[in-house]
């Protein structure tokens, strides 16, 4: 069974054999999400899986690209289990707005964009058309807990 344009996010999961984690819990003073009209805003995840960080370090340095990538599709993933919390089902995702990936990196890096690409890569797989988005790719020097990756989202919603 391939993936139809016209499958619901849920159902794309399933055929992808994508299985969302545990939503992570704040490590800071903030909420994981925040629903505001139509829009869901997820605060930025970083690549936890199975309650550890995939990677540490700074791309450019110790992290490779493919790394990168890597991390950037976790923190998505991470980012998804929050947004089905939030929102009871990612099949109310009627477009991804947004997206925000911070790419801890060396000043001399200056591939940012191709690191993002594993989040925005994932976003279409999971959404098709409605997860084509606006994005920005910024190159920062540090991120908590020494991550290479942070992606942050912008959803919008279906009211229930």
């Known amino acids: 069974m391939g993936v139809d344009a016209r499958m619901p996010a849920e159902n794309r999961l399933k055929v992808l054999g994508i299985a969302l984690p545990e939503a992570p819990k704040p490590v800071a003073a903030y909420v994981p999400s925040v629903l505001s009209g139509p829009h869901l805003y997820v605060a930025g995840q970083i690549p936890f899986q199975h309650g550890k960080l995939l990677r540490t370090g700074k ?52 591939d940012q964009p191709k690191v993002a690409n594993g989040a925005s890569d994932l976003l279409l797989e999971v959404f098709g058309e409605q997860g084509r988005h606006a994005r920005a790719a910024v190159g920062v020097n540090v991120l908590p807990l020494d991550a290479p990756v942070e992606v942050e989202l912008l959803l919008e919603v ?3």
């Open 59 to 110: 791309l450019g340095a110790e992290v490779t690209i493919e790394q990168g990538q890597e991390c950037a599709r976790q923190c998505v993933l991470n980012a998804l289990a929050v947004a089905r919390e939030a929102i009871g089902s990612l099949d109310r995702v009627t477009r991804v707005v947004r997206v925000g990936v911070f790419v801890a990196s060396v000043d001399t890096f200056t």
């Open 158 to 160: 279906a009211p229930r």
